[in-house]
Every structure is written in structure tokens, then in C-alpha cells.
């Protein structure tokens, strides 16, 4: 009788290894596939092919439906096409994953965009206390900041962005030449009335 149960023991033992190997086998093919399907869609995006991007992604969720950066690259694309609600809803899901900096800049800009001022200063806020060092979130803060309207705000968190950034990208300095033009005008207006 001893005999018998030893056998049953050490076939369930062989079963259990089996399944163990089938499962690690299918977690590494799985990974192969998402590394196969982040390469494409680096070269989709490069390529600005969006709709075949956002292809790409929807089967990458397939795979992993809680992959947070997939969100973030999907709310980027929206936000391409100009798709701000769906943008937003993408960076709002990622954010259940993971917080971080860019995944907050991008949802202040997607907010910004549809108009809920009060909703993107916060997330720029948000995008500074994740990465003080980070150029873009005292750009995005100015953006809202120029929105609103208090112009000397918008202009100093310009100026923290280029001196953060070292190559001083265009946007910036527009958003920063036309907000300084803005209360230039101001200015005048003030000293005229």
C-alpha cells in the first residue's frame, strides 16, 4: 500500500513540474511577443503611422492589460491625433499603475487642452513634486498659468524650464516669448488707463 501512494505522490510531483515548465515557458513566450511588440511600435511612432500604433497596442494589452506604460504610449498617440478626452482617460488608467512625472505632465497637457484649467495645475504641480529637476513640468505649470492669465507667474516657470533644459527647446521659448509679449501688453494697457 506504501508502494502505491509513493507512485501517486511522485506523478503528482512530475504533473506539478510539468505544469510549472509549461507555465515559465508561456511567461517567457509572452515576453518575447511584448519585447517583438515595443519594438513595432517604437518604429510606428517614429514613422508617425499612429493607426497602425495604436494596433500595436491594443495587442499589447491583449497580453498584458495592466502594462502601464502601454497606457501612457496610447494616451500619447490620442493626444497626436488630437484626441484629448480619450488621452486623458489613458494617462488617468496608467496613473492606477503607476505614478511617475511624465505619465502627470502629459495628463496636465491633455487636460489643459480640453479646457479644465483648475484639473491641469494640479497635475503640473503634481509632474514638479515627482521630478523638481525635470524642465517639463515648469512648462506645462506655465502653460496653465498663461491661460489663466497671471502672465509674471507663467513667464518664471518658463525661465525655470529653459534653465532646467539645456537645449532649450522651441515650445518653450515661444510659450515664453508670447507670455512675455502678453504682459508686455499688460503693461502698457495699465499704464495707459
Not at 497602425?52 to 496610447?74: E, G, I, W
Not at 496613473?95 to 512625472?101: E, M, V
Not at 491641469?120 to 524642465?135: E, Q
Request: charged share 20%; hydrophobic share 45%.
Amino acid at each position: 500500500m506504501t508502494g502505491i501512494w509513493q507512485f501517486v505522490l511522485y506523478a503528482l510531483l512530475a504533473l506539478g513540474s510539468l505544469i510549472t515548465g509549461f507555465y515559465i515557458i508561456l511567461a517567457v513566450i509572452r515576453g518575447f511577443q511584448l519585447q517583438i511588440l515595443e519594438i513595432q511600435l517604437r518604429r510606428q511612432l517614429a514613422l508617425k503611422n499612429y493607426p497602425l500604433a495604436l494596433a500595436t497596442v491594443q495587442k499589447t494589452f491583449r497580453l498584458n492589460p495592466s502594462h502601464a506604460d502601454m497606457y501612457f504610449q496610447r494616451a500619447k498617440i490620442y493626444a497626436a491625433l488630437g484626441d484629448f478626452d480619450s488621452a486623458e482617460a489613458d494617462f488617468t488608467a496608467g496613473l492606477k499603475f503607476t505614478r511617475n512625472a511624465p505619465a502627470y505632465a502629459g495628463r496636465a497637457a491633455a487636460r489643459l487642452a480640453l479646457g479644465r484649467l483648475d484639473e491641469a495645475l494640479v497635475d503640473a504641480n503634481h509632474t514638479i513634486a515627482c521630478s523638481r529637476l525635470w524642465w517639463r513640468g515648469y512648462y506645462e505649470r506655465g502653460r496653465v498659468y498663461k491661460t489663466l492669465g497671471y502672465f509674471q507667474i507663467a513667464l518664471d516657470d518658463f525661465d525655470q524650464a529653459l534653465s532646467l533644459h539645456r537645449q532649450s527647446p522651441a515650445e518653450v521659448l515661444a510659450a515664453r516669448t508670447e507670455t512675455a509679449a502678453r504682459l508686455e501688453q499688460g503693461r502698457k494697457t495699465a499704464r495707459q488707463g
